[in-house]
């Protein structure tokens, strides 16, 4: 099961606490996943779902509120898709325009209407149940471990248009893009994501996300540090190659015997260890010496180097 299947099915477990909201979740879903069919001047709706609760669900809100007719119809699945399908098929009756009407699809004088009704762009929890039933009917979102994104892909324009004018009304700032003679609304922020999940009711999903960020930023972190030491680490090789370098053209040129005690001390411990740190060189000397006093060693070290490479 996809992490959409997840959000969408514990959206559909959703349940809302007024009639209000019940409406404007069915206006969502009809207008995302039904279609009008007319022949003879009677009007016929049909309603394509992926899931079975979904499919009784609205059976169910159509009996009881509205007292339809409904027939529901199972498809097996064909090679290309993963599971059933179910048709809702609301034949025509006298009651249908009544009811499109009632959830804002059809005009007073029976005309689609393809934009949100002007009563479900409202704050509170007739817009929450809209937008719940906007992304069961044709939302999608990544999974909590890949990129964030979340989007809403909607048929007509005008739709997509009021979508977003709908979670402005939230502060949730969307974009709109056209694709494949759709209208796609979508979010890529982790912050608008999450204040969306739980503003329709996925609360379970929005726990997920942000467990799944978490541990984003942990291994963001790790791998920062990683990086970082392995950057010193490559730094500290060059570094004892260097100083081996000088080392070796100081022996062979002057002769260790012929520089100070304590240069020659540093010199023949590199030598013995030739990837250890300053710090790790400066502990093992007897009596210990600071990272910088090694450093000022190795630092007069390359000056008698320096000096003699010039001199030749």
Request: aromatic fraction near 8%.
């Amino acid at each position: 099961m996809s992490f959409t299947d997840e959000v969408k099915h514990e959206l559909i477990r959703y349940k809302n606490k007024n009639s209000e909201a019940r409406r404007a979740e069915l206006a969502a879903l009809l207008r995302m996943t039904g279609s009008i069919s007319i022949s003879s001047r009677k009007m016929a709706v049909k309603l394509k779902l992926r899931y079975g609760d979904l499919a009784r669900m609205i059976y169910t809100w159509l009996k009881k509120e509205y007292g339809l007719q409904v027939e529901i119809r199972v498809f097996q699945p064909s090679r290309l898709e993963k599971g059933q399908s179910y048709m809702l098929h609301i034949s025509p009756q006298d009651d249908l325009s009544t009811l499109l009407q009632d959830l804002g699809i059809l005009s007073e004088d029976n005309s689609i209407d393809f934009s949100i009704s002007s009563e479900f762009l409202v704050r509170g929890e007739v817009g929450q149940a809209y937008l719940r039933g906007m992304f069961i009917g044709g939302g999608s979102i990544n999974h909590p471990s890949s990129e964030y994104h979340l989007e809403f892909r909607c048929d007509y324009h005008s739709q997509a248009e009021d979508l977003v004018k709908l979670l402005e009304i939230f502060a949730i700032t969307s974009r709109m893009i056209e694709h494949q003679d759709r209208y796609m609304v979508y979010l890529k922020e982790y912050k608008k994501i999450i204040s969306l999940l739980n503003l329709i009711g996925a609360q379970q999903a929005q726990l997920k996300l942000e467990h799944a960020s978490i541990i984003k930023e942990v291994k963001g972190d790790v791998n920062r540090r990683l990086n970082f030491e392995t950057a010193n680490l490559d730094k500290t090789i060059e570094a004892a190659l260097e100083q081996l370098e000088d080392i070796d053209f100081i022996e062979k040129n002057i002769g260790l015997e012929n520089i100070s005690e304590s240069l020659r001390e540093i010199a023949r411990l590199r030598r013995r260890h030739p990837y250890a740190s300053l710090k790790e060189l400066g502990q093992k000397l007897n009596p210990p010496l600071s990272k910088s006093g090694v450093n000022h060693r190795f630092r007069r070290l390359r000056k008698i180097a320096r000096n003699n490479r010039r001199d030749n």
